[in-house]
Antibody, heavy 118, light 110 residues
Framework: EVQLVESGGGLVQPGGSLRLSCAAS????????MNWVRQAPGKGLEWVSY????????YYADSVKGRFTISRDNAKNSLYLQMNSLRAEDTAVYYC???????????WGQGTLVTVSS | QSVLTQPPSASGTPGQRVTISCSGS????????VYWYQQLPGTAPKLLIY???QRPSGVPDRFSGSKSGTSASLAISGLRSEDEVDYYC???????????FGGGTKLTVL
């Protein structure tokens, strides 16, 4: 069974840092592209970042470029999102999602809440 | 502000057919596939339609997608009370080099 489990969320002060993790199981993690998507409280979905299966290709939303870093460890079946210089507007539930070769994001984690507040 | 434009709300009565529109531009819908996601409150989104009009296994054929030019639509026929959730369209944008979502449509079953 495919599972994606996010962790690492929590309360952080503006300007602070946080590292999110997404543990994958039930599939060959190294064969799939992955994404981070976030959703602010009461708001819509916002794509955050993409990483190719090997990690060689990475994209970011303009809203997080220069502050967030996506990475993966295929040996550990894990996806990461290093978030620096956090702002109040980064407050959201962060989801990791598996990219099924252009057939959409069929598997999502349960999400982890990041709250940026003093 | 979302680059893909969806109506914030839509409604219909049980059994009726409703459509949700998603309007974009040549750099996104006009040149890339459209995807639709359904989201129940407090849960992760669920893939409903991929590559404009394809349904993942397990998605009822009451749901269908279409695309024409720089616009796309999600149609739901035989409306049921459990369809009363949020729907989002998404597409890759060549100009932004990223994925963009519509603002979401909350469907109400009257």
């Amino acid at each position: 069974e495919v599972q994606l489990v996010e962790s690492g969320g929590g309360l952080v002060q503006p300007g602070g840092s946080l590292r999110l993790s997404c543990a994958a199981s039930g599939f060959t993690f190294s064969s799939y592209e992955m994404n981070w998507v976030r959703q602010a409280p009461g708001k819509g979905l916002e794509w955050v970042s993409y990483i190719s299966s090997s990690g060689s290709t990475i994209y970011y939303a303009d809203s997080v470029k220069g502050r967030f870093t996506i990475s993966r460890d295929n040996a550990k079946n894990s996806l990461y999102l290093q978030m620096n210089s956090l702002r109040a507007e980064d407050t959201a539930v962060y989801y990791c999602a598996r990219d099924d070769y252009g057939d959409g994001w069929g598997y999502w984690g349960q999400g982890t809440l990041v709250t940026v507040s003093s | 502000q979302s680059v893909l434009t969806q109506p914030p709300s839509a409604s219909g009565t049980p059994g009726q057919r409703v459509t949700i529109s998603c309007s974009g531009s040549s750099s996104n819908i006009g040149s890339n596939y459209v995807y639709w996601y359904q989201q129940l409150p407090g849960t992760a989104p669920k893939l409903l339609i991929y590559r404009n009009n394809q349904r993942p296994s397990g998605v009822p054929d009451r749901f269908s997608g279409s695309k024409s030019g720089t616009s796309a639509s999600l149609a739901i026929s035989g409306l049921r009370s459990e369809d009363e959730v949020d729907y989002y369209c998404a597409a890759w944008d060549d100009s932004l080099s990223g994925v963009i979502f519509g603002g979401g449509t909350k469907l109400t079953v009257l």
